[in-house]
């Protein structure tokens, strides 16, 4: 192995693990954390790793897609579920820690490692020679962000998520949903669910009394008029959202003949067609009330959201325009990028970024091809949505079925539910047995020292 030193800036989820990934792989490792000297405006402690919004790292069920996602970082020696297990607190199905043992353990286990040298110094500008991991997280420091600027171009480098939810294709009722363009301009590219407009008032009057987000004191947020959060654009006039991501021109429903009142569009997300966005409806409403009104929305009455809306601070790169699916910026192939700052929402999403770029930055010094999870895994289906997905649409996601390739085989008989519990099944059975392959073609684990 090269004895030359990986860097990496950013001491959270994705920074601690890419860390471990390499180190353990026999590389030395830098890794800088400006806290506890420079602390952000979320974060209360100096610990690596440490859990800002929630002790939760979402489903355990190994049915599941954030399940499968964990089984899939268990099989790479993954240091964050390691420590997750040993720390865990009764959560139901999910898998939820100790935040402060979280922690501890964490940065234990990383300043104890003898490969790994850890600086509490902030990085304000991106080392231009050796080989570097970006994992600085959602709260970057202005000077960073001002670096990062310089490499993928301001209008790249995003500092707000306004995320529309996003809902499970095969939940969507096509005996009201119907497709169209407006004007039947450029194909029938969108699905349209049309509301008369008793059916509108009642949405607009859910909008309205609907429980919102609260800002947290350090989200100054200035929303962007092209942009608006839907319940906001709502308070400016009852017809507001009808001249808006609701404007029903030029979209004729089959069923009558007729221009509906209103129309709520949904956007392919991937080129499977199994997830569809809401068009326009970026929002602050809390979770449960999300699920609640858009489940009023004509078509969507049975929905399963593969992810809710959002509107907070978050820097993040517009990464299908940026990098490739090795992590590595197109035009700095040294330079890794890891972490929700590429494209992924949730702390095991961003850990499993940060592992990826850990081991193909420890590929890369050693002079061996960089290499990509299989598409079929959860691992490939978040490397393939941050650098496939549609570049003037991209915003970050968690892991859920709806990134997965359909299987090839037809679905059984059965209600709805239980077709889509084998469907899942077969999903994690054919990630893991492709998982395991592709890891024994490219000697995945090989070079882990015991």
Known sequence: MSEKKL?????GPAGSEAAWQAAERGVDVVLYEMRPNKLTPAHKTGGLAELVCSNSLGSHNPASAPGLLKEEMRQFGSLMIQVAEKVSVPAGGALAVDRDLFSEKISEAISSHPRITVLREEVKAIP????????????????????????????????????????????????????????????????????????????????????????KPFEKVSYFEGCLPIEVLAERGRQTPLFGPMKPVGLIDPRTG???????????????????????????????????????????????FLRLGSLHRNTFINSPRLLSKSLQFKNRPLLFGAGQMVGVEGYVESAAMGGLAGINATRCLAGETTVTPPLTTAHGALINHITEGNPAHFQPMNTNFGLFPPLEEKREKGSRKVKKAIRHQKIVDRALKDLSEWMTQYKVLQDISK
């Open 258 to 304: 007729k221009q509906a009142f209103g129309v709520v569009q949904l956007r392919a997300e991937n080129r499977f067609g199994t997830a569809y966005s809401l068009v326009g409806f970026q929002t602050k409403l809390t979770w449960p009330e999300q699920r609640r009104i858009f489940k009023m929305i004509p078509g969507l009455e049975n929905v399963s």
């Open 128 to 215: 231009e020679e050796g080989v570097v991991i970006l994992a600085s997280g959602p709260l970057t420091s202005d000077p960073l962000a001002e670096a990062l600027k310089q490499i993928t171009r301001a209008d790249q480098l995003s500092f707000y998520d306004a995320i529309s939810p996003i809902v499970d294709a095969e939940d969507i009722n096509m005996d009201i949903a119907f497709r169209a363009s407006r004007y039947d301009k450029g194909g029938a590219d969108y699905l349209n669910c049309p509301m008369d407009e008793a059916q509108y008032n009642a949405f607009y009057t859910a909008l309205m009394d609907g429980e919102r987000v609260p800002a």
């Open 7 to 11: 860097i990496i800036i950013g001491g």
